[in-house]
DNA sequence: TTGAAAGCGATACCAC
DNA sequence: GTGGTATCGCTTTCAA
């Protein structure tokens, strides 16, 4: 590879020259510029980022932290930071945890090592991943959280607003008639919690406090949701409509009714949250879609803004809003055959 | 961030110390070492990667191009670069290229620029990847195509038997005593193309040498899946069994039998390949898997072994085998109320 | 308008 | 066993 020397000795310069061909810096007369020019050409100069970032102190890179990149919300929210930071001229380092406490200690040492200039943590609230939080703010590195848990403090964070989701899918179930409605809570969840309360806000709005049914499920898996829909298949709750935390508890519950021989939205209509897979679902799985995409070029901007200094002070809190997208999986409440309390 | 000049003086000795501790280069007496190891301990002093990676003409990172982190085939090959990565001690340069030949472009000069390591592409083979390909091949990268088109010549290779693919998914309907068996092909696709030819080496085993069907897809989207589909649905030709070229392709024209009265596996028994979308649709697809995961690690070693010096010589295509997954859209021919020719 | 030279933080060779 | 120092490729004053 040619060097700046190689390229000043062509084009008969000095090395300052160049760099300040190269890096607009300072005036260069034309004729020396185009000089220094058709020796990059000539040479096909590439400047060495690992000098540069040494000198400069700066890497072009930042690091996108998450736990994994086969939940398809991840690679959503990954490729919208991603096309940010290409268009500002960064590379993206994608740090891939697996929520693995040596992972991420590693992760740790690397960013500082490779001394990125900004991050971006997107992951559950593991100890470590504080830990992670402090070491970064110690060292001074721009960070921002994206779809990260509450307990995340002192950061910039952009997350989805998790009450308006569930608010969003009881809507969609209020509107199509439906009075008696369900959710499936997953335990422990903040998320879920968050989402849980939106469901009941909408249900205030018709004068009822909370949901006639709430099934609780231990994790946001496709299993859990497989049992509970196997359970209810059995007690035949009398609800028209449900709410499950995500697609992933939709998905399972309908695999599950359908096994026991009863149909969405037939026997009761479902929303899930993500829109991850609804797509793929047959009846097509009305969902609430979050816009991962946008998070992560809104995050992206943001860890930008703090960069550059064009932002300073107090840690900012954007909260994008996700949307109902109607798929196949919810009916009017008047063509359900489940018996009606109030009917 | 504390330098080794800072570890050095904290340790009364010389930076030459304290390189050689960090890097056991070369022996150190036990006190002197335990000094260094303590002043590194308490400065909290982490070596600067740009610093090493100027001296040292290695960057310790290795770049993985891909067109799409949406589609689920590549973050599960990723996933498996990333790991095996890790696990020697090199970190992941993620270039997502969506297929656009201005990025590939920018891409490869960051590559040059960044110096990593290794590359390993995963691509449709581009004008603008074969010219990436060339370039990186000048600079004397090391490189290898991960599920890249036969087009890209004089690299090591980690492939898929896209013909074995084709043979079990066609065994599969085989063995469930189906005798008429039709495929969706993708007209201009190799990897299409191979796969037709499995299947029509499955069915030479029974005697017969071509498929009774054989429909044209332009790709290998759900889309063109759900087209052929109504199609199908209309014509009701007499096969009973039919393998799609990808599982989109098998989605969609799920959908569209659906959509049209009909059903899978009632009216047709349906294998897909790729086995990624198999688990959300219902029935549960059958479908032919492509190790993603395995393939990656399997690259980054082939890489490691160029990187290292280990392998050496002509270009090696490494060719990995894809495994049945049973699902539910195949149930024994018997079964069909289709009219049978031969039956 | 341009050049000389001092580092950035580490590695590694050559002395002692 | 340990220290001094040239060097990697580049940016950036300071002079001229």
Known sequence: MATIKDVAKEAGVSIATVSAVINNTRFVAKPTRRRVLDAVEKLGYQPNRMARALKKKKSQMIAHILPSVMNPFFPAALKGVEDAAFAAGYSVLVCNTEASPERIQRYTDLLLE????????????????????????RNKIPMVVLSGP??????????????????L????????????????QVRRSTTSKHRLQGVCEALQEMGTAVPDLVLEAEN???????????????QKPTITGLVASNDMLAVG??????DAGLG???HVSLVGIDNTMAASLRPRLSSVAIPAYDMGQEALRRLL???????????????LNPAIVKGHSVIPVAVHPVPQRHA
């Open 114 to 137: 490779t001394q990125v200039d900004g991050v971006v943590i997107t992951s559950p609230g593991l100890r470590s991943i504080h830990e992670m939080v402090e070491t970064l703010q």
């Open 150 to 167: 509450r307990s995340l403090q002192n950061v910039d964070r952009v997350l989805v607003d998790d009450v308006q989701c569930g608010y």
């Open 169 to 184: 899918a009881a809507r969609h179930l209020l509107e199509t008639g439906h009075e008696r409605i369900g959710f499936i």
């Open 220 to 234: 946001f898996t496709e299993q859990e949701g497989y049992n509970l829909g196997l359970n209810f298949a059995e």
């Open 253 to 258: 519950f309908s695999e599950a009714l359908h």
């Open 264 to 266: 969405i939205p037939q």
């Open 305 to 319: 803004a703090r960069m550059d200094g064009s932002q300073t002070g107090a840690p900012l809190t954007t909260t």
